[in-house]
C-alpha cells in the first residue's frame, strides 16, 4: 500500500465533520422523538385517569339508582319488611 492509495488528510477532515453532522442531526431528531413520547405519555395518563375518575363516579350512580331506597347521604336504607 503506498501513501497514494490513502484519503488525503483534508478528504478524510470533510467525511469526518460530514459524518459528525449526521450524528447531530439524528441526535437531535431522536431527543425531539423522545419529548413528543414523553407529553403522549403525559396525556394518555391524564386521560386514563380521568377514566378511571368517571368509571368510579358512574359506577356508584348506578348502584345508587339500582338499589332500592338507596340514599346519597350514606345513611343505610330501611330493610324490606319480611314476614316469617
Known amino acids: 500500500m503506498t501513501a497514494s492509495d490513502l484519503p488525503n488528510k483534508d478528504e478524510t477532515d470533510l467525511q469526518m465533520q460530514r459524518r ?4 447531530e442531526k439524528a441526535n437531535k431528531d431522536l431527543r425531539a422523538e423522545i419529548l413528543e413520547c414523553k407529553k403522549a405519555d403525559e396525556t394518555l395518563s ?3 385517569n380521568l377514566l378511571e375518575s368517571v368509571m368510579q363516579t ?20 330501611p330493610m324490606p319488611n319480611r314476614a316469617i
Do not use: H, Q, V
Open 20 to 23: 459528525i453532522a449526521e450524528l
Open 58 to 77: 358512574t359506577d356508584f350512580m348506578l348502584a345508587f339508582f339500582l338499589i332500592p331506597n338507596s340514599t346519597l347521604c350514606g345513611s343505610t336504607p
Open 46 to 48: 391524564r386521560d386514563r
